[in-house]
């Protein structure tokens, strides 16, 4: 079965500095996707990033990157250069493309952008 | 503009009381979701359909149902057999079959207990 872990409840970063929110997974399926997801104190959930099983090379979009190690099962997100409305909670999850259109969710992780 | 409706904001149920929340989408996507969200737990799929008259229990199915006779349209009881049904509650939708994995989601209905 598939399975996200977040092992991080919340985290703290400097602005202008990086930061690496970690996301491990488990599944057996060889063809999967790996996503991330903000939700700030409004609630909405904005999609960040998405990266694939088989591409070769690691999601970019702007400041965020996806740090994609396939053999240790990981997809930790990098956010350069924080800036304070990154402040809120970020969600990784997973779908199992040969399998039906599930999508599960990790815990999260909240992020403070500090000032 | 094309999106996710959810309705109501909030809503308050009474002990032994079913409520019904509302989805509605005019994206013309093919699948449907409802997660539930509480604090610390992250979102936990509730049910989801992929076509018309079709939908999956997810994995936290107990206390709730839902129906898909339309499209557009995806909505969640949540039945009193739901004994701790206080959550945030999001709706999301996606088009499949495009290779385009992003999930758009509404913008959540809070269900707290009287």
């Known amino acids: 079965a598939q399975k996200i872990t977040q092992t991080q409840p919340g985290m703290f970063v400097q602005e202008k500095e990086a930061v690496t929110l970690d996301c491990t997974y488990d599944?057996?399926?060889?063809?999967?996707?790996l996503f991330w997801y903000k939700q700030p104190s409004s609630g909405e959930m904005i999609f960040l990033i998405y990266?694939?099983?088989?591409?070769?090379q690691n999601a970019t979009e702007g400041r965020y990157s996806l740090n994609f190690q396939k053999a240790r099962k990981s997809a930790n997100l990098v956010i350069s250069a924080s800036q304070l409305g990154d402040s809120a909670m970020y969600f990784c999850a997973m779908r199992e493309i040969s399998g039906t259109y599930k999508y599960i969710f990790g815990t999260g992780t909240r992020l403070k952008v500090l000032a | 503009d094309g999106g996710i409706t959810q309705s109501p904001k909030y809503l308050f149920r009474k002990e032994g009381q079913n409520v019904t929340l509302s989805c509605e989408q005019n994206?013309?996507?093919?699948?449907m979701y409802w997660y539930r969200q509480d604090p610390g737990q992250g979102l936990r799929l509730i049910y989801y359909?992929?076509?018309?008259?079709?939908?999956q229990k997810g994995d936290i199915a107990e206390g709730y149902s839902v129906s898909r006779e339309k499209k557009e349209s995806f909505p969640l009881t949540v039945t009193s057999a739901q004994k701790n049904p206080t959550a945030f509650y999001l709706c999301a939708s996606i088009q499949t079959g495009t290779g385009n994995e992003k999930l758009f989601f509404g913008s959540g209905t809070q269900l707290s207990v009287l």
């Open positions: 599944t057996s399926d060889p063809s999967y996707g």
């Open positions: 994206l013309n996507h093919d699948a």
């Open positions: 359909s992929q076509i018309v008259n079709d939908f």
């Open positions: 990266q694939g099983s088989y591409d070769q």
